[in-house]
Each structure stands twice: as structure tokens, then as C-alpha cells.
């Protein structure tokens, strides 16, 4: 691999398929922010706050071609996190052809943009989530497209420790443990999860030797067949690469220190 480095011995746990449950998460100010990646036919950096008003549509330039972008999230419904759960679409025309379609309004998209079905589904190959806590970092994980939702759990607490330990859990069940982590800052291990190889990659190095306040560690979560076709840490890298391969999903976790 190119960006941790493979020392650390792999071992694999295996994860049966249970009902997620909630997990207690470290109470902070912040909100979590999520970014998701779907790889079509086209790629735009789309703002935020294009969606600042719950229905509309939005003409963008991208080299040249024309991209068209129609969302509509006035009956959209939500659960405990930050994207919608159903009664919405996100429509992304490039060239006047559908390149992406998400939500489960898809007759309303389709009447609302005039286009036809798109000759191939969109897949979903990277979602970046930041995350914030004291010592314990809580997020749902689909570590497959239409996949089931986990409870992950991420623990470690720096404070006044000689020796802090990390720990990962997946629906209240230890999955992973690393012991002596002032040398294992950085690292890898395998396990298995919903019967499918996870590559959980951990840089933990800001937590334990940066700055007391506003520090982050990184955890990617890659379903992958094998450790030699592990994907750099770059959304575009991930996207191009994943045009030429039938890589997994990659799951990538900011975890953000608050006092």
C-alpha cells in the first residue's frame, strides 16, 4: 500500500448480521459532516449551499459541457443523521443526459427533467464522514451499496495514559484492538464484516502528537478482495482507479478530538 504502511500482523473477526443498534457518542457542539461519491458517468464539485433552498434546479459549466443539477427535498424525511431517507431526488444531467439519480422519487425526477433512464445505475464508491468526541467517535456504516447499517463505534482516550489503546466496535461487538499505540499510530488489519473482507486503515498520529485541540485521526474502511489492490487516500484517485477496477467501497472516517 502507498500511504499506511503494511507492518502490523492482519487477523480477521467475523461479524454476524444483527439488528444495528444506537451507540453513545461523545456530546459536542459540532455537527457531523458528510460526503458521499458515486461514480458515473461524469464528476463535479458541487457546493453545499447550492441546496440552500429544499427545491430547485441549477445549470453549471464543467469544461465545456453543460451540467444540470435537480433536487427537490420539500417532503424529504430524515432519520438520526444528516441525509434524507426517502421522498426526495437528486437528479445530475450531463449533456441533457441522466448521469445520476438518487432518492426514491424517480418519477417525479424523471417528469421533472425529461430525461430517460440512464443505460447504467450509478455505483457508490466513496462516502468521507467527519466525526466528533472526547474518546468515543459513533457513525452508521454501509460498507456496500444498499448494504445493511452498522453501528461503529471508534474508542480511544489519550488523555494521561502511558499506554492508550484503540478500539473498534461494529453493533456493540469488538472487532479490532490495538494495543501500544504510541508505535502503532499508523497501521492495518483485516475483518470481516457481513461475510466480506474490510480493510481498516488508522492514522491516529495528530491524537497522540498534535495539538491538543482541533486534532483528527483518519480511519478508511475499504471492502476490498485483497490488500494489494488497496486505493490511495484521494477522492479523485478512488474514482478513476474504481473506473478500472471492480474495487469495493471505501468509507472514510475524520475523527475530530474536542475538549
Known amino acids: 500500500m502507498r500511504d499506511f504502511p503494511s507492518c502490523f500482523g492482519e487477523s480477521g473477526v467475523q461479524i454476524a ?81 441522466l448521469a445520476l439519480l438518487l432518492g426514491d422519487m424517480k418519477k417525479d425526477a424523471y417528469r421533472k427533467t425529461g430525461a430517460n433512464r440512464p443505460a447504467l445505475n450509478a455505483a457508490f464508491v466513496a462516502r468521507k464522514e467527519h466525526i466528533y468526541g472526547k474518546k468515543i467517535y459513533s457513525a452508521k456504516a454501509q460498507f456496500c451499496d444498499n448494504g445493511q447499517f452498522h453501528d461503529l ?14 478500539e473498534i ?3 456493540k461487538k469488538p472487532v479490532m484492538q ?9 497501521g492495518n488489519q483485516t475483518i470481516l464484516v457481513d461475510g466480506l473482507p474490510v480493510e481498516v486503515f488508522w492514522d491516529v498520529h495528530s491524537w497522540l502528537f498534535g495539538p491538543t485541540t482541533a486534532s483528527n485521526a483518519v480511519f478508511m474502511f475499504q471492502t476490498c478482495q485483497a490488500p494489494e489492490k488497496s486505493m490511495p487516500w484521494s477522492y479523485s484517485q478512488i474514482f478513476r482507479e474504481s473506473q478500472l477496477q471492480g474495487l469495493g467501497f471505501s468509507l472514510i472516517l475524520h475523527a475530530w478530538k474536542i475538549e
Open 169 to 171: 466496535r461494529i453493533d
Open 153 to 166: 463505534v471508534i474508542e480511544c482516550d489519550t488523555v494521561g495514559l502511558k499506554d492508550p489503546c484503540l
Open 178 to 186: 490495538v494495543k501500544r499505540l504510541a508505535w502503532k499510530f499508523r
Open 17 to 97: 448480521d444483527a439488528a444495528s443498534s444506537s451507540s453513545s457518542a461523545g456530546k459536542g457542539a459540532a455537527q457531523n459532516l458528510v460526503t458521499c461519491l458515486y461514480q458515473t458517468l461524469c464528476k463535479a464539485d458541487i457546493k453545499p449551499w447550492l441546496f440552500s433552498k429544499k427545491k430547485g434546479s441549477k445549470s453549471l459549466d464543467a469544461d465545456g459541457a453543460k451540467v444540470d443539477i435537480f433536487w427537490d427535498l420539500s417532503a424529504a424525511r430524515f432519520g438520526a443523521g444528516p441525509e434524507p431517507l426517502e421522498g426526495f431526488y437528486v437528479a445530475l444531467l450531463f449533456d441533457l443526459e
